[in-house]
């Protein structure tokens, strides 16, 4: 999943962060600074890491990578903020080049390399980013689950005998949030599994079997631009057809409907093709064996 920003700040001249995962930071001009060097020395080297990883120094800092557990293929992490976009060099980079020029590099003054080493090495790299952006992981929820809590909370109140689409998918839902699949106004499952659900509710004549749909307010969050049409109707089905509904999600829609709309996802950019195949497997369910 793309990460982005969620605190970034300056701290005597040092530019720090934390990404939407917890992964703490320094900007290049940050790590620059902290190195006692200038930033062109910094973005030359970063910018052409493939031929300096090749040359002594960039041997010699493969080796302090490889300690930090790092894989060195590059440098910094390219992320997208409300100010633009940043290069994010996470811990291990940081510590690594830090040691670098505290300890290996021939340049007159390493005072101020040494200095900043050794203060991350007591402090640790994390809590020093956490403290100074003011962020505590232990009170931080992803946006994702926000979203779902507050969807959740709002959408409560489905007439006995009845069931929502948005509730009865809370299960895939969830499952996507854990894969890193992010979810916000963009995308919005149920609307996929209601679409499907609803033409084939209408082309095997199932309201003759349970009975008729009825539509229903559907409530989205303030932020999501849908909430300016609030409330929205969404169809909303007899509680006798529940059963139908599970088998018909698990045969048929997750097969043959869910790949196409992760594929979406795919190609926009903000999901992964290795997480798509890892959440495929994971909503499947097994045949009762005999």
Known sequence: MPLFPIREIEVDG?????????????TMRGLARMCGIDNPVLLRMANNWAEEKSKPRGKKLMELLAAQGHPGDALYLRTMGPGGETHA???????????????ESAQADNET??????????????????KGCGYDPNKHIPQSWKSFHERILLNDQIPIGFFAIFREVADLVVHMIQGGCPLDDHTVPDISVGIAWAKHWNAEGLAQRF?????????????????????????????????EFRVWLYSSYLPNNFP?????????????PSRAKQLLVAVTRPALAH
């Open 211 to 243: 009975g008729e749909r009825v539509q229903h307010p559907h409530m989205y969050p303030d932020w999501f631009p849908q909430s300016a049409a609030n409330p929205v109707n969404a169809w909303i089905y007899p509680a006798s057809a529940l059963g």
């Open 14 to 26: 040092v530019q720090m962060g934390v990404l939407s995962d917890g992964t703490p930071y320094l």
């Open 260 to 272: 196409k709309y992760l594929d979406g996802k795919v190609k926009s950019g903000v999901f992964l």
């Open 89 to 103: 060099y996470t811990d291990a980079a940081c510590m690594a080049i830090l040691e670098y020029y505290a300890f």
């Open 113 to 130: 390399a040494i200095r900043n080493y050794r203060l991350l090495a007591r402090s640790s790299f994390r809590q020093f980013i956490y």
